[in-house]
């Protein structure tokens, strides 16, 4: 079982107007009301591709209800802690007109340090019962760069392997508990160590140096021109082929369901790396954000060109 981690889920609303007007009435073409937070775009792709996944995180309300319910046609399993406030929602409005994208990000409840340990209570329970757990995105209010720190811990504890997938405060304290894979990008490098990371060499480098202070895997994302990966196992470059994207916006969340699954699965680090990639191309593919179909996926994936460093 996966089990996938969202501390702070949303109800993701897109909106599709002609032409949006700041101060004006604006008409709403098209919307569209999906389960959103990083995790829950972890948890469907990693569902789709067959794997038996439970979600876990804080939901709250009416829209924590709705979050758990939208999960069900994906046959993801929901273990949430339910709070009595409502969960937030997150607004993207797509004007067609002028291809401008603006968003609204609620800040959504509070949790108390009380209402967090008993999910770590709830989560110990569930991490027993997982092959790999997969945690991502940002915390909401009244948690502290520790959050995940002591999650990375309690998975560690109990013998499972576990993806870090967050940035900032929540990265630069997670890590510090050794989780066993992190994909940060090359900002996310360069706030880790401190190096300009200008040229590859010096991106391999910086992630060689973390990886020596205890993640296993250090895999970092390169945007279109794919990703590389430093491990025990060796160093490798995926590069992935062209394609004509649809939607990048929740590829880098396919990307780490494509890891969870090859951890899973018990594949090297080179074969999930390709599944990983492959994943995160086909999701590209697609409107829907961590969505993809198999068929895209089964086609890119001997196209994926993995190279050892």
């Known amino acids: 079982m996966i089990l996938t981690v969202t501390l702070n889920a949303a109800i993701d609303k897109r909106y599709v107007v002609d032409g949006f007007q700041v101060g004006e009435v604006n008409r709403v073409k098209e919307c569209a009301y999906t389960p959103g937070g990083k995790g829950l775009n972890v948890s469907k792709p990693a569902s789709i591709a067959g794997a038996d996944v439970t979600a876990t995180g804080f939901v709250g309300g009416h829209a924590g209800n709705y979050i758990v319910d939208s999960l069900k046609p994906f046959g993801i399993k929901s273990e949430f802690y339910h709070m009595e406030a409502e969960s937030r929602s997150c607004i993207n409005i797509w ?22 340990q008993k999910f770590e209570d709830k989560f110990s329970e569930l991490v027993k019962k997982a092959d790999v757990v997969a945690m991502s995105g940002s915390v909401p209010k ?42 940060p990008n090359i900002d996310e490098i360069r706030m880790l160590t401190g190096k300009s990371c200008d040229h590859m060499e010096d991106m391999i480098e910086a992630a060689k140096e973390i990886h020596k202070k205890g993640v296993d895997i250090v895999a970092v994302s390169l945007g279109g021109d794919g990703s590389f990966v430093v491990c025990d196992e060796g160093i490798f470059r995926a590069e992935v082929p062209k394609i004509d994207a649809v939607n990048t916006v929740g590829c880098g969340d396919s990307m780490i369901a494509g890891y969870a699954l090859g951890i899973s699965e018990g594949l090297s680090v080179k074969e999930t790396l390709r599944k990983a990639s492959a994943i995160s191309a086909a999701a590209a593919l697609r409107e829907e954000t961590g969505f993809f179909v198999q068929e895209d996926m089964e ?10 460093l």
């Open 95 to 116: 004007d067609e007109v002028n291809h401008v994208q603006t968003e609204f990000l609620e800040p959504g409840f509070t949790v108390s340090e009380e209402d967090f």
């Open 142 to 183: 009244g948690l502290d760069g520790t959050a995940y720190q002591r999650l990375v811990k309690i998975c560690k504890e109990a013998g499972k392997p576990v993806i870090l997938d967050t940035s900032g405060k929540l990265l630069e304290m997670g890590i510090q508990a050794c989780p066993t894979m992190i994909k």
């Open 299 to 308: 086609r890119i994936l001997p196209q994926i060109k993995i190279t050892e």
